[in-house]
């Protein structure tokens, strides 16, 4: 029995992999997370992080595919295999890194709360007003959230979301008060919604880094040169440029 279920878990495994095979490269990316991963209006994937991608695959000879993935499942897709490397505006934290490796830093993003356009409220009333608060689940202002409230009585209620553009949906329609995100997909939200950004609630600024699986330090080393050359050429600020990060 033990012998079959090894089998079958193997052939599991087997079926789901894509490991990284030295040519293609599959990204895997929250496609609602503009400006740095989307779906453009032509249907193809965008955005900062992509077109960084595509210039390191280049850099390197590889081929790239950008995959649509759940974002709180996405470091599970990267440990299974069915992704090679998260390129999609994920902060390094210590958590995460006990799972996966981060290449160097490459962007500082800091955390704010979006209200709507017309909101008068504080971030007072916000935080201790027995609010509703929207978060993207799985991200690091979601976690920081839940653990600082009680230290620092508040009494927000939490709402959960795949996306951050869904929390802005319902900061629109009244069922939340705010949302909280990172500083660029709320810049992104206030370019085309009516809203705007209340400010930094508490949490300190983080570092965004590309993932991949531990063991392939091969893939790392490749990926963090080039993009440190990246970093240093021209194209690096026209991208950022380009997607209003400047
Ligand atoms: N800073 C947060 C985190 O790393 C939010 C990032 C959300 N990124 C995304 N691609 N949805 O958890």
């Not at 209006?41 to 850099?59: C, L, Q, R, S, Y």
């Not at 490796?101 to 955390?111: D, L």
């Not at 995100?181 to 300190?204: R, Y």
């Amino acid at each position: 029995n033990l012998i079959l279920l090894v089998a079958a878990v193997s052939l599991i495994v087997a079926g789901t992999t894509t490991a990284f095979a030295g040519k293609k490269i599959v990204n895997g990316i929250d496609a609602n997370f503009p400006p740095f991963a989307y779906i453009d209006k032509t249907g193809k994937p965008a955005g900062f992080d992509v077109e960084a991608m595509e210039w390191i695959a280049k850099d390197l000879g590889l081929e790239v595919e950008h995959m649509p993935i759940d974002w709180d499942g996405i470091i599970t897709s990267l440990l299974t295999k069915k992704i090679d490397i998260i390129a999609s505006g994920m902060s390094i934290t210590p958590d995460r890194s006990e799972k996966v490796t981060f290449t160097i830093p490459y962007w500082k993003i800091n955390q704010v709360m979006v209200v709507k356009k017309d909101s008068t409220l504080t971030m007072n009333d916000l935080m201790k007003g027995g609010k509703k608060i929207g978060v993207q689940q799985g991200t690091t202002e979601a976690k920081w959230l839940k653990a600082e409230s009680e230290p620092r009585a508040w009494n927000f209620k939490l709402g959960y979301y795949s996306s951050s553009p869904l929390a802005v949906e319902d900061v629109l329609n009244g069922r939340i008060a705010a949302a909280a995100m990172d500083d660029a997909p709320a810049h992104d939200a206030v370019s085309k919604k009516d809203v705007k950004i209340l400010g930094n609630f508490g949490m300190e600024a983080e570092d965004f880094g590309y993932a991949v699986r531990k063991d392939e330090t091969e893939l790392l080393e490749k990926i963090n040169a080039s993009l440190k050359k990246l970093m240093a050429t021209p194209y690096w600020d026209e991208l950022a440029v380009k997607y209003n990060l400047k």
